[in-house]
T-cell receptor
Framework: EADIYQTPRYLVIGTGKKITLECSQT?????MYWYQQDPGMELHLIHY???????EKGDLSSESTVSRIRTEHFPLTLESARPSHTSQYLC???????????FGQGTRLTVV | GNSVTQMEGPVTLSEEAFLTINCTYT??????LFWYVQYPGEGLQLLLK?????DKGSNKGFEATYRKETTSFHLEKGSVQVSDSAVYFC??????????????FGTGTSLTVIP
């Protein structure tokens, strides 16, 4: 059982609100990732981090931002939510080299 | 560059039927290969993996063999059950010297098993 947690699991929020999606892992993983999953199931990498104070944008452009102040914590923030941000957001983490990524259960965000 | 091409779904099978989900990849260097499964409303769970050519990953009756000559990692199961209904993702992780060790996912294949 992987020890990676996302909160909240579900969130419905109004347009223009600021939101933060939380992701924490207790496995000491150096690498962490945020994926956006569209209704067609495809996963798109939007942010990743190699370690503390390291963050990079992924393949899919996103208006969200991330921070990595502590190894175990990788929150994602939307300053002003819009309906186009409605999606499932999956957080993952892993060690370097050859090993799998572990996924959280996801946050399903709906912006109305 | 790295990419994964996965058999499109949805796939519908009767219980106890044989399952194959095709996956081919393009990669620089020597990637690791994975199959993940996603049940409704959940995140992805690792199903099996293989880290070098000719390795066979297996778990819960599922198998996949890392074929470097055909750049494939097809998922198979001899007899599916209703509980196998889920979305399956093929993925690769680039080698550290190439592409920064990132993960690349296929588009997912939805499987429904009917009694």
């Amino acid at each position: 059982e992987a020890d990676i947690y996302q909160t909240p699991r579900y969130l419905v929020i109004g347009t223009g609100k600021k939101i933060t999606l939380e992701c924490s892992q207790t496995m000491g993983h150096d690498k962490m990732y945020w994926y956006q999953q569209d209704p067609g199931m495809e996963l798109h990498l939007i942010h990743y981090s190699y370690g503390v104070n390291s963050t990079e944008k992924g393949d899919l452009s996103s208006e969200s931002t991330v921070s990595r102040i502590r190894t175990e914590h990788f929150p994602l923030t939307l300053e002003s939510a819009r309906p186009s941000h409605t999606s499932q957001y999956l957080c993952a983490s892993g060690f370097d080299r050859d090993t799998e990524a572990f996924f959280g259960q996801g946050t399903r965000l709906t912006v109305v | 560059g790295n990419s994964v091409t996965q058999m499109e779904g949805p796939v519908t099978l009767s219980e106890e039927a044989f399952l194959t989900i095709n996956c081919t990849y393009t990669a620089t260097g020597y990637p690791s290969l994975f199959w993940y499964v996603q049940y409704p409303g959940e995140g992805l769970q690792l199903l099996l993996k293989a880290t070098k050519a000719d390795d066979k990953g297996s778990n819960k009756g599922f198998e996949a063999t890392y074929r470097k000559e055909t750049t494939s990692f097809h998922l198979e199961k001899g007899s599916v059950q209703v509980s196998d209904s889920a979305v399956y993702f093929c993925a690769l992780r680039g080698s550290p010297r190439h592409t920064g060790n990132q993960f690349y996912f296929g588009t997912g294949t939805s499987l429904t098993v009917i009694p």
